[in-house]
Antibody, heavy 121, light 110 residues
Framework: EVQLLESGGGLVQPGGSLRLSCTAS????????MSWVRQAPGKGLEWVSG????????YYADSVKGRFTISRDNSKNTLYLQMNSLRADDTAMYYC??????????????WGQGTRVTVSS | QSVLTQPPSASGTPGQRVTISCSGS????????VNWHQQLPGTAPKLLIY???QRPSGVPDRFSGSKSGTSASLAISGLQSEDEADYYC???????????FGGGTKLTVL
């Protein structure tokens, strides 16, 4: 059974930084792309960033490009999202998502339970 | 403003059949497959349909998907109260180099 467990969310001031982690189990981690998808309170889903299975290719939404960095450690079955220069509109539930293939083109087939990020002074 | 367009709401009575549309463009739905995700109240999303019309193991055959050109649809037959949820379509976008989601459709079972 695929399990994705996010951690690292919390309350941070505007301009601050936060690092999210997602520990995966139940599948061959290195064989699948992974993504972060967020959902602002009362809003829809927004893809944030993705990384290929081998970590050679990364993808970012324009809204976070230059501020967020996605990475993965295949030896630890863990996905990361380093978030810098956080803004109020980054406030959201952040979901770790497993993709259906080696690149994010395949689409998400499993979701974590999410970790909440609140950016506020 | 979402790249994929869905109606914000839909409704039906138990046993009815409802459909939810998802409209895109040649760079997303027109050239890539569509997935549908169900989000029950207060929970994380869950994959409902992948590859336009395939159901993951465990998803009832009451749920079906289709695609034609730059649009896709999700159909739910034999509507049940537990189907009350938000439904999202998604597809890779070749121009944006990333996946895009619809704005979501809130399904109410009357």
């Amino acid at each position: 059974e695929v399990q994705l467990l996010e951690s690292g969310g919390g309350l941070v001031q505007p301009g601050g930084s936060l690092r999210l982690s997602c520990t995966a189990s139940g599948f061959t981690f290195r064989s699948y792309a992974m993504s972060w998808v967020r959902q602002a309170p009362g809003k829809g889903l927004e893809w944030v960033s993705g990384v290929s299975g081998s970590a050679t290719d990364t993808y970012y939404a324009d809204s976070v490009k230059g501020r967020f960095t996605i990475s993965r450690d295949n030896s630890k079955n863990t996905l990361y999202l380093q978030m810098n220069s956080l803004r109020a509109d980054d406030t959201a539930m952040y979901y770790c998502a497993k993709e259906g293939g080696v690149t994010p083109m395949w689409g998400t087939d499993n979701w974590g339970q999410g970790t909440r990020v609140t950016v506020s002074s | 403003q979402s790249v994929l367009t869905q109606p914000p709401s839909a409704s039906g009575t138990p046993g009815q059949r409802v459909t939810i549309s998802c409209s895109g463009s040649s760079s997303n739905i027109g050239s890539n497959t569509v997935n549908w995700h169900q989000q029950l109240p207060g929970t994380a999303p869950k994959l409902l349909i992948y590859g336009n019309n395939q159901r993951p193991s465990g998803v009832p055959d009451r749920f079906s998907g289709s695609k034609s050109g730059t649009s896709a649809s999700l159909a739910i037959s034999g509507l049940q109260s537990e189907d009350e949820a938000d439904y999202y379509c998604a597809a890779w976008d070749d121009s944006l180099h990333g996946p895009v989601f619809g704005g979501g459709t809130k399904l109410t079972v009357l």
